[in-house]
């Protein structure tokens, strides 16, 4: 009991800082770079991708054990999976819109750009790919998706003081904010060695 | 089809190499464009896996559009794309096994690629078979144009080589094929194009009008 402990803490660890999603991964850069123009944005971006992020690992995991697996049919994993994530992320949207309507107002139109976003599908594929156990799956979701907010709000704070920042013509924008990114990824990559797997 | 007659095959292609160049101008379907360009060889196949499931999804998605349902049109879109992306992933994994190794997770998210979406549902689903193709063909060609470029200068620099093959004898710049230097590459080449946009392009459109 005590070493699936600590094996589930290090997989968050990892799948937060040392494999994070933006810096090491490169995923969910659309977003990263369309929602980190504002702190408030990027908080409330960040809550519901965690969120949904482990509730999707969990639903996968159990379709591709308990379907995909039986019934041999792995090789579809790609349509499956981005299926389930859609059909969750509407429902979800139903859900809230009806029992919690002030939540829906405040984190709504972050659900819908969820919905085919790729750090979300990535996360059933690398689960499915790595063989973990229901739990793993959860913790890596976790740790994505907590890896996936320090990115948010690190970025989101940076760029806050950006806009004051005398940045040549071409460069504002994206270009700068690349740059910037670069700049973190490189601190990341402190981080690696940290804990091997 | 009035707009068929007004635009050019031509212009369709350029349109998408140049004006609406997935990643230097729209800025969308970024992961793999950092993710895979550290090698000129698996920036190019990623480009032409692209490409190929561009002008596959485009075409598919004329022939069916006259039978799918507005209303449904989105998860029919992407059943279609998935299917597709399927195709080119086990393909990849049966004939280039090496590569699929290092970027099999990102052929496979090719699926969430928010610019093969858009243009079927704003091409695709409202024009024929044959100009669908090569506007498929002109997103998939500036997609590849894109990748070719950020990986020949992450190599050359990182590696100082072209693929594979070694040209320039002095230490490389190990950052540029590290994550950081991806962000690097594709941060000054998006800024350099803004500044050639700039000084050439528009200096030429104001002169035409």
């Keep these: 009991m005590q070493t699936d402990f600590v094996k589930l803490f290090e997989l968050i660890v990892s799948a937060s800082l040392i494999n994070n999603f933006v810096f090491t991964r490169f995923l969910g850069l659309c977003i990263f770079f369309g929602v980190s123009k504002k702190m408030e944005t990027a908080v409330g971006m960040s809550i519901t991708f965690t969120s949904v992020m482990m509730i999707s690992a969990g639903i996968s995991w159990f379709i591709y054990n308990y379907v995909m697996i039986p019934l041999d049919i792995t090789f579809l994993k790609i349509i499956i999976f981005i299926g389930v994530v859609a059909t969750f992320v509407q429902a979800s949207d139903t859900i809230m819109r009806k029992v919690s309507p002030d939540l829906y107002y405040k984190l709504g139109i972050y659900l819908a750009l969820i919905s085919t976003n790729c750090i979300i599908l990535a996360v059933p594929l690398i689960n499915a790919g790595e063989k973990y156990t229901f739990l793993e799956s959860i913790a890596f979701g976790f740790g994505s998706g907590i890896g996936f907010a320090l990115a948010l709000i690190i970025m989101a704070s940076i760029r806050e003081r950006l806009e004051l920042a005398d940045v040549p013509e071409p460069f504002r924008g994206l270009p700068i904010a690349f740059v910037v990114t670069g700049l973190i990824a490189l601190a990341f990559t402190g981080f690696s060695g940290l804990i091997t797997i | ?209």
């Design chain 2, 1 to 209: 089809m009035s707009v068929e007659d007004k635009i050019s095959y031509k212009e369709l292609v350029l349109n998408g190499i140049v004006k609406e160049n997935t990643i230097f101008k729209l800025a969308l379907s970024l992961c793999p464009a950092i993710a895979v360009t550290s090698s000129l060889r698996n920036g190019v196949l990623m480009g032409v896996a692209v490409l190929f499931v561009q002008v596959m999804v485009n075409m598919t998605i004329s022939l069916m559009r006259n039978f799918i349902h507005p209303r449904i049109r989105l998860p029919i879109f992407m059943l279609v794309i998935s299917g597709w992306v399927t195709v080119t992933d086990m393909t990849m994994a049966a004939f280039a096994p090496d590569a699929y190794k290092q970027m099999g997770l990102y052929i496979q998210l090719i699926v969430a690629f928010a610019s093969i979406l858009a243009r079927a549902e704003m091409f695709a689903s409202k024009n024929n078979v044959v100009p669908s193709m090569f506007d498929g063909l002109g997103m998939g060609l500036g997609f590849l144009f894109a990748l070719t470029v950020i990986s020949f200068f992450r190599e050359l620099l990182g590696k100082g080589a072209i693929w594979g093959m070694p040209i320039i004898d002095a230490k490389p710049l190990l950052i540029m094929v590290l994550p950081a230097g991806g962000f690097f590459a594709v941060g000054i080449l998006m800024g350099l194009f803004n500044w050639l946009d700039r000084k050439y392009l528009a200096k030429a459109t104001s002169s035409h009008h």
